[in-house]
């Protein structure tokens, strides 16, 4: 059965950082993308990053320069890391996994963590 794990989520303050961890089940890492997303109330889920099998990675556009992402086959995980935390990054992030790499819409993953809620105060 497929299932992704997030964790890493809580309350930060602005400027600081955030890392995300999401453990992956066998059916889920098996060769295939990993990717980030983020929601919040009223908001379409709103993609992040994302990393194929072979380590190549990719970017919101708005959010270059902020985030790395990182994956380690082995133990199927994949890290997100954040920094200069601003008030809106606050959201649900969800981990995925299965989707398109060139083209990360949240409609091409087919499997989905449950969410971990990240909360920027200022």
């Known amino acids: 059965q497929a299932h992704l794990i997030e964790s890493g989520g809580g309350l930060l303050q602005a400027g600081g950082s955030l890392t995300l961890s999401c453990a992956a089940s066998p059916q889920a890492f098996r060769g295939t993308t990993m990717a980030w997303f983020r929601q919040t109330p009223g908001k379409e889920r709103e993609f992040l990053s994302a990393?194929?099998?072979?380590?190549?990675?990719r970017h919101a556009e708005s959010l270059k320069g902020r985030v790395i992402i990182s994956r380690d086959n082995a133990n199927r995980t994949v890290v997100l890391q954040m920094n200069n935390l601003i008030p809106e990054d606050t959201a649900v992030y969800y981990c995925?996994?299965?989707?398109?790499?060139?083209?990360?819409?949240?409609?091409?993953?087919?499997?989905w963590g449950r969410g971990t809620q990240v909360t920027v105060s200022s």
């Open positions: 990393i194929s099998f072979t380590g190549t990675a």
């Open positions: 995925a996994a299965g989707g398109n790499f060139r083209a990360p819409a949240p409609r091409t993953f087919p499997y």
